[in-house]
């Protein structure tokens, strides 16, 4: 399966393999939805809390520990109680006032629900601004399975299947790209995958409006999730994470041109693998991971972009540093003038 899917990916998108030099910023860990399979967010009264939307934040999260030219910063954060439609908009605001030409790529279609029902404002209106003040992309998180049985189980609180398409069909008519994800190797079972893929499929072929997409296995570790239902958790090995990549090429491929690998939650030598069974993008640099660190994974916070180098030539591909569109760069566009 993998080897059909590797030819498949040579022909549907060549051989150079992709990686984006970015920054992840979380911005606060306090969140109310309470999702079993998230061991990152915390309680409004923890200790362990934080909360930051100032400039001052941003600026000292892109700028240190590390000398590279970011192109991209990825903002999440989990739903903090004070939060309103206004603090996005401040985020994006101080962001731009940072660096005008990176480009955002923030707020999950969670994010992005809460903040309209913070405000007077529908959804549409709500993107509307945030692109107008330099939202550049969404990232296509929050869908875990697109079943709303699941849902119910790992993630109750969070918005339903509908409203997940909804914000991302709207996205798309507004020009704003999004990512699409899975979360996959938890409680469900085989059709939620065919079903969940089919439906992004589906869109995919409506708006041309998803960049990748990027499946993600579950990283059971500190996880409500493994405390309730240990005995039921479908247990994958590495054999299972391949073929889903491989799945994901042969099934989305015509439509999804590019297949993301996520070197977090499977290390580099199984990334490296995928990479050879139907992807075509190895992510970002990253620079600081918390969601999966927080999960029990451990394959680091980040990554520098010769480090991704070397992992590609070691499989003897090409490599390009892309932009957050797929738009190729100079080789080594990443070192700072
Ligand atoms: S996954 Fe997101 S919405 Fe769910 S608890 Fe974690 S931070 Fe909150």
Sequence with gaps: MGQVADIIRERQVGSIITYVVNRNINFTNICIKNCLFCAYSVDFNSKDGYFDISSDYFRRKIEENHPYRITEVCIQGGIHPELKFESYLEILDNLKEIDPNIHIHAFSPQEVAHA???SKEDVEDILREFKKVGLG?????????LDDN??????????SSAEWVHIIELAHQLKIPTT????????????HWISHLSLLKQIQEKTSGFTEFIP???????TQLKKNFSFHLNKLTGLDYIKFYSVSRLFLGDVFKNIQTSWVKLGFPLAQITLTAGCNDFGGTLFEENITRSAGGSFGQGITPEEFQTSIRQIHRPFCERGTLYNLFETNNFIKD
């Design 150 to 159: 699941i849902r119910s189980i790992i993630c109750p609180n969070k918005i």
């Design 180 to 191: 699409a994800t899975i979360l996959f190797g938890h409680i469900e079972d085989y059709h």
């Design 137 to 145: 992309s969404l990232p296509g998180t929050a869908a875990e399975i």
């Design 216 to 222: 993600l296995p579950f990283i059971a570790g500190n």
């Design 116 to 118: 309209a029902n913070t």
